[in-house]
């Protein structure tokens, strides 16, 4: 019987397969609530909506409408998924804590590396990303700043906590990582 090539996703057990799959609409998920929040905070902190025409308006909307088909495309639709098939069983292998099997555990073990300093580059990307707004923020327009600024902070929280799962999670395939010992 003759061996044919099979994708990565193919030699997963079906629960590993879903679960990366889980891992991309997760994934999905996240980023798309962590931006909208931080778009709609910064936009009502700085921009002052209330002197927006209805060109500007028009121009908010479809680049919210841009930017979530693009995180659509990216993570949600078939030919995506397909295409961060190798990434999402890494961060699954890491996140889990499971052997992704061989030829992948250095994709995996990069994942880990990655996870780990994505946690300083995201305490970072947040303090200057969030002060940048809530400094210059319209605050003699409290009815507009206020929401902003709880919308930039909602941002920030949603961005560290994922952060730092993916950092322990990192850490801990870091000090233990499944599988036979690497060289």
Do not use: C, K
Not at 1 to 21: C, F, G, I, N, Y
Not at 28 to 47: F, I
Not at 70 to 81: D, F, K, T
Request: hydrophobic share 50%.
């Amino acid at each position: 019987m003759s061996e044919t090539r099979q994708s990565a996703s193919d030699r997963l057990p079906d629960d590993a397969s879903a679960a990366a799959a889980a891992r991309g609409r997760e994934l999905l998920g996240w980023s798309t609530a962590t931006l909208l929040a931080y778009a709609a905070g910064a936009a009502l902190l700085v921009l002052e909506p209330r002197s927006w025409s209805a060109a500007m308006w028009t121009g908010a909307v479809a680049f919210l409408l841009l930017v979530l088909t693009a995180a659509w495309w990216q993570l949600a639709s078939r030919r995506g998924v397909q295409a961060q098939a190798q990434r999402l069983i890494a961060e699954y292998a890491v996140l889990q804590h499971v052997d992704p099997g061989p030829g992948r555990r250095e994709p995996a073990d990069r994942t880990a590396r990655n996870f780990v300093r994505g946690r300083l580059l995201g305490w970072l990307l947040v303090g200057m990303v969030v002060a940048t707004p809530l400094v210059s923020g319209a605050w003699d327009q409290p009815a507009t700043a206020v929401p902003g600024g709880v919308l930039l902070l909602v941002a920030a929280v949603l961005h560290l906590l994922v952060r730092e799962r993916e950092a322990r999670a990192g850490r801990r395939w870091l000090a233990d990582p499944p599988g036979p010992p690497r060289d």
